[in-house]
């Protein structure tokens, strides 16, 4: 039963399903994982027990149907060692993500020259925002597993460790507002009603990245730097 004084990340250890409802409300379970249920569904202007209520409802309804799968995923997840954990966010949201940014930086430019003339208003931003995720999102991924996955893999806790956790914490962070705005620039990634496919498509591929960025964000900062740091 989720209650609203629980942390964000807890719910989302507890009932991974309410990822996909805490995506359509907007509230923040990566880098605001931190903060009370109650105090995020406030800040969003949704009164929150009936919030609360309906979540509930809704998870115990989807109890019923197939979500074992993403369960017992989380429990494994939680149950890994640093290594093994490391090796699965790269081979999992690495590799994905790489494909997604490559897939969407051709499909970007495409629609960019087609649609230039009638929808330059949201391509000109949503060009910019997408290189600046592309170049964050690229040195990020390097940088955790040329230097700092491979120093925490070797090296238990210390001041160089947790500078380098926070560091990572930082950019996850500035990636997450970057997202926050591609959503916004994007309509919630509702493509414009003349859009040719390739406008759809390029829609769906960057709600696709958003959402394998947000939980990718969620297994490092509240499982791995959390084991890293001995709190869980
Ligand atoms: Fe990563
Ligand atoms: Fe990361």
Redesign the pocket.
């Known amino acids: 039963m989720i209650t609203g004084k629980m942390k964000i990340t807890d719910v989302v250890k507890a009932y991974p399903k309410a990822i996909e409802i805490f995506n359509d409300f907007h509230i923040d379970y990566c880098c605001g994982g931190n903060d009370a249920l109650e105090d995020a569904v406030k800040e969003l202007g949704i009164e929150s027990n009936s919030f609360i209520e309906l979540l509930n409802k809704k998870l115990a309804n989807q109890a019923h149907k197939s979500n074992k799968e993403q369960v017992l995923a989380m429990e494994r997840l939680m149950e890994m060692s640093i290594p093994d954990l490391i090796d699965y966010i790269i081979d999992t949201h690495h590799l994905k993500e790489r494909g997604l940014l490559a897939e969407i930086d051709e499909l970007i430019n495409k629609v960019f020259l087609v649609h230039y003339e009638h929808h330059q208003e949201q391509l000109i931003p949503l060009h910019s925002l997408f290189s600046d995720l592309r170049k964050e999102l690229q040195q990020?991924f390097v940088k955790?597993e040329k230097l700092i996955f491979p120093y925490m893999q070797k090296n238990f806790n210390g001041d160089k460790g947790i500078n380098y956790v926070k560091s990572?914490e930082y950019e996850?962070e500035a990636a997450g507002n970057l997202i926050k705005e591609i959503t916004a620039c994007t309509n919630d990634f509702t493509a414009p009603e003349d859009g040719c496919t390739s406008y759809r498509v390029l829609f769906q591929k960057l709600q696709e990245l958003v959402k394998d960025v947000y939980i990718h964000?969620f297994i490092?900062n509240s499982l791995l730097f959390q084991k890293y740091e001995g709190e869980i």
């Open positions: 990020h955790e990572l996850h964000i490092e």
